[in-house]
Structure formats: structure tokens, C-alpha cells
């Protein structure tokens, strides 16, 4: 949509770590030569025993095999702890920002290092083995990340439970993997509010009898029930055992963690990542995209339960040894300027957060961000939704002073790592467009006769070939994960997004295949629409989705949500309508235009579209799964004004 292009900063043409040129050579060889490539990349670990296998992938119909490294044996804590902390043992691993201001700590690789080791030893004294499962409840804290590191020291494969999650979406991830270890906090803190997280396990444990232990971090101290012989005090457990914990070396194919999917299109799925392609895909992958260099310090605002933080707040920076903030808060909470706040304090050189963050900062106008002296920023990053450009100019201009490259990273909790995203040394940035492939990447279009798009064009985005860091399989699901990603299109992995290949064989995400509207015969992708939607600098955010049209079979309806002291008139909403008509052309006209305080989301901030498309259908009733609606109220209000409506 727009024109734009900004080149690679001059400065970090002569210094980044791919630049274009080996950009294009070694993104050659990653294709041609694969074995090379990643075994190549693999040296950034330390291995226990090299492999000498680098890759069994088929995605045939009758054989779908994922494997990577697969005889090498390696343990994800060494390589995330035990070889820094023997070299920096007294510098920073984690800038730890509480969510109430000046509530803060440091903590050494060393200190690191100890607690993960005494976790460890205090887990093994519970029974848990190699392989076993351990479920993860926790906020933002640095017990979460040890939490997981002690897990994979031993062999167990953790499973991290969103904070906000509610007591029956934490009793179902724990059952699906039956953990008989639960660790939790007494409480979290977020924007000021207490988070009741024992109390929800509690509830949640109450169906679980298998569940044998719960280790209980005192965050916020305040009393909690402890169930004798179920419940233990973390820090009372820890102090009982040694603080060195030998890391047990496993395969590179053994399982190293279950995630679940952020529920944007339907009920989540649980992926299971391996530890060998997994560590080597994140820690590639971070140390190229935001183009790290040791010194830098690393600021990704996601929460621990979702794949963002897993990835690129935890793995592939301490793989690489990079310090990170890890902040436990909200960024609007006291007020609107606390993340860039952080920036300054902490001089932080890479941001990585979601477009939805940015567009409700974005709502609240300059004078939060000016307040800070912000100089110490050098990339940024997007991630989890497609950046209409209104917020990546915003986000450039505003908080990266014109100056930091925006990379837009597309990944999915499935994908475990990056597969499209422009390298900040090596391409330019086209506000909204991902760019083009990571390193061993193969994207193809599919049209919907599966034969692939040539050059310029729209279709189905799938790729073609593994890559290191892909889920081995849903957990206990095979079939489902068979079916979700490799039915549509054989031989290829389906993503379930729509995307367009422009001239420069650049990206662009056009939307979720889901939320396709199809208006007489004409396929409309929502990114586009709603992009020309938000362009108006009255509006804060739309989502789009398809109703039923007499006429047109489906018809365009708008959620539009203002910026603060914008008024809703019928003037503006024929301005929209304009916007769009000049933007994209007639046939995307909205056909209906609804006012919304606040659009309908789920637990990781994402729109969630399939029940915007029953309201719009007039279904007020029945709204699909909505165990991950961040805030029900949200989608009482839409559907009371639009019942109001004549
Ligand atoms: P579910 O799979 O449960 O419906 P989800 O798809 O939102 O939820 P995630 O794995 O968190 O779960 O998100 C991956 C999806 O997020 C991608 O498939 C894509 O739709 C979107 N996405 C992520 N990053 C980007 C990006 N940079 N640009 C455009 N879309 C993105
Ligand atoms: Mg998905």
C-alpha cells in the first residue's frame, strides 16, 4: 500500500553481522546446501556429542518426518548458562523491573546459574525425571526463567501457562500433559493489581489428583492457603539443596518444551519443540535478526507464557549471553511512558514488541515517549500481527528516532523461530511487509489449486522444507497436527495465513486465510482494509470481517475503535469509507461501519476476528471458544451498541 522504503542505516551496512551481499550468499547456500548451512550454524551451541546427522525431513503425504541433528546430544542449560557464567559469572543475565517502579534487581549469570542448579536438585528430590512434565504458572519474574532452565538442566520438558490464563485453561494445559509438578507464586503484580495465581491453581488442582506437588514462589508475600504435603514454599525447597546440579545431556530430538497457540483462530494447540534444532533455529536467529552484538542490551516486552518470550526473551539471548530486561508490568501502568522509561534506565539497545502495544501507545500521543532520552535504541522489532504502516511510522519515527531499522518478524508459535523478517544489515524495511526468508527458509504461494505463484502475486503462504526450529507435533495430537498443517496443500507446511509477493520478492501478510471476505468473487485479505482504515488520523484500530450479503455474498463490516477525543460521527464514518474506496479500490467498500471502545482480543493482544464475524451475522449469542478473550466485557459492549442500532 504505501511506497515507502527505508534503506539500511549506512552504519550498519559496514558493521552488521549479514550484510546484503552475504545475505544473498548465504541465504544460496542455506537452500542449495542445507546440510553445510546449518551445521554450520549449529557451532553457535556447545555441543555434549556433535551429531553427524544434520537433516531427515520429508513432508510427503504418507511420511511427514522432522528431524534435526538428530544423533547429537547437547543440554539447553549449559548452552544458555553454565558457558557464560564461567566467563561472566559477575555481569548481568537478567535486568529485572517489577511491575510497581523502583521495585528492581540484578541478577549475575552466576546467581543464575545457582538458582537454576538448586531448582534442579530440589525438582529431582520431588521425583521429576527426564522426560517428565513440569507445568509453569508464574509472572514475569526471574523465578519463571529459572523454572525453565532447571527443568531442561534435568531432562524434564516444561510447560508454561500464561499468567492470565484462568484456572480452568491451566487445569486443561496441565492435564493435557499430566504434569505431577506445578510451580506457581503466591501472587503476581500487574499494573498494580494483584493477580490471585495460587488461589486459580488451587482451583485448577482441584479435578487433578495426580498432580503431586506445587512449589509456590513468595512474590508477593501476602497470605496464601498451602495444602500440607502437596505444597512447598520455593525458596524453602531451594535452600535444602546443594547449588551444583550437573546438566544431563540429551538427544537433540528429545522433547524440550509444550506451548500452546495463542487461540486467535480457534481452540489453542499445544506444540511440542524439540531441544537440538529448537536452541540452534533461536539462537541463529536472534543473534542475525536483531543483529546482536555482546554488550548489547535486550528488551522484548512479551509475557513468559507465550512462544515470543520463550524464543527471543529467553533462549536466544542466553544462548548468545545477551542481558535482558524483564519487565513485569504493563506499559501503561502508572502511567503511559513506563516501557521507554525502562529504555532510558536500563539503555536498553533492542526493543521487540507486538503492534498492538504500539498502537495503543500510539493512542496517547507524543509527550509520554518525549520524556525519554531514548538514544540508546538500535533496532526494533515487530511480531505476532501484521504492522499496518500507520503504527510502523509511528513506531520508527516516535520511538526509534528515524533512525533504528523496524524488523518485522513473522513466526508462529509452530514455527518455534523467525521465517520471514528483513535483516537489519541486509534489506530494506517496506513499512508492513515481513521482507523476505530467514536463512534455510522456503516460502511458495499456493493458489488454491495448490500449484505455486510465480513471482509477483497473492496466495496460500506455505513452505516447502523444514527448518531447525519447527514443532515436532502437537502433544498427543499427531493427527490433528498432520491435518492442521500438511493436509491442505501435500508436501508443503501449511501456515493458514494469506500473503502477497510484491516485485522486490518481498512479503506481505494479507491476513488469516480464516478471516478471507469474499465479495462478489473477489477474495479480500482484512490486513489491507483495515490498514486503509487506520490510516485516518482519527482512528486508533479496525478489524474487518465478511457478514452475509444478499447481493455480494459476503459484505464488508468495519469495528472501528478512535483515538482519544476523536468524536463518532456519520461524517467521519463516510470519510472511512472514502479512505478505503481511494486506498483499494470500490470493492472494498465497508458495507457497515460499527463504533467499538475497544476491540475484541485474546490473552496475547491479538483481534480476534471469528467472533467479530458472528456479531457481525447477527449471532450475539454463541461466540466459539473463548477461553483465551482477554476481557469478555469487551465483546458485551460491541455487542450492546450494535443491538441499539435500528
Ligand atoms: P491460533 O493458532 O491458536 O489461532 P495464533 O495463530 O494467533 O493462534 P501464534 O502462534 O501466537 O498463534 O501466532 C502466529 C500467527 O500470528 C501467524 O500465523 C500470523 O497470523 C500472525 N503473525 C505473527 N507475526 C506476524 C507478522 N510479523 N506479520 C503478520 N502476521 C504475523
Ligand atoms: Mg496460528
Known sequence: MTQTVFPVPASLEASAHVNAETYEALYRQSIDDPETFWREQAQILDWARPFTQVKNTRYSPDDVTIEWFADGRLNASYNCLDRHAAVRGNEAAILWEGDTPGETKRITWSELHSEVSRLANALKKLGV????????YLPVIHQSIAAMLACVR????????????????????????????????????????????????????????????????????????????????????????????????????DPLFVLYTSGSTGKPKGMLHTTGGYLVHAAASFKAMFDYHPGDIHFCTADVGW????????????????????????????????????????????????????????????????????????????????????????????????????????????????LLCPLPGAMAQKPGSAARPFFGVRPELLSSDGTPVEGEGSGSLCFADSWPGQARTI?????????????????????????????????????RLDDVINVSGHRLGTVEVEAALASHPAVAEAAVVGFPHEIKGQGIFAFVTLKEGMAESHDLQSDLVRIVRARIGPIATPDRIEWASQLPKNRSGKILRRILTRIAAGDFENHGDTSTVADPAVVADIVRRIQLQP
Open 129 to 136: 525425571k527426564k522426560g517428565d512434565f513440569v507445568s509453569i
Open 475 to 511: 502433544l498427543g495430537d499427531r493427527e490433528r497436527f498432520l491435518k492442521t498443517y500438511f493436509s491442505a496443500y501435500p508436501g508443503f507446511y501449511f501456515t493458514g495465513d494469506g500473503a502477497r509477493r510484491d516485485a522486490d520478492g518481498y512479503y506481505w501478510i494479507t491476513g
Open 307 to 418: 512462544v515470543t518470550a520463550h524464543t527471543y526473551l529467553i533462549y536466544g539471548p542466553l544462548a548468545n549471553g545477551a542481558t535482558i530486561v524483564l519487565f513485569e508490568g504493563v506499559p501503561t501502568w502508572p502511567d503511559a511512558s513506563r516501557w521507554w522509561q525502562i529504555v532510558e534506565t536500563y539503555k536498553v539497545n533492542i526493543f521487540y514488541t507486538a503492534p498492538t502495544a504500539v498502537r495503543s501507545l500510539m493512542r496517547e500521543g507524543e509527550e509520554p515517549v518525549r520524556k525519554h532520552d531514548l538514544s540508546s535504541l538500535k533496532v526494533l522489532g515487530s511480531v505476532g500481527e501484521p504492522i499496518n504502516p500507520e503504527a510502523w511510522l509511528w513506531y520508527h519515527e516516535v520511538i526509534g528516532g528515524g533512525r533504528c531499522p523496524i524488523v518485522d518478524t513473522y513466526w508462529q508459535t509452530e514455527t518455534g523461530a523467525v
Open 154 to 253: 534435568i531432562g524434564a520438558v516444561h510447560s508454561v501457562v500464561f499468567s492470565g490464563f484462568s484456572s480452568e485453561a491451566l487445569a486443561g494445559r496441565i492435564e493435557d500433559c499430566r504434569s505431577r509438578v506445578l510451580i506457581t507464586a503466591d501472587e503476581g503484580m500487574r499494573g498494580g493489581r494483584y493477580v490471585p495465581l495460587k488461589k486459580n491453581a488451587d482451583a485448577a488442582l482441584e479435578g487433578l489428583p495426580f498432580v503431586e506437588h506445587v512449589l509456590v514462589v513468595r512474590r508477593t508475600g501476602r497470605d496464601v492457603p498451602m495444602k500440607t504435603g502437596r505444597d512447598r514454599w520455593y525458596d524453602e525447597a531451594l535452600a535444602e539443596v546443594p547449588d551444583t546440579c550437573e546438566p544431563v545431556d540429551v538427544s537433540a530430538e
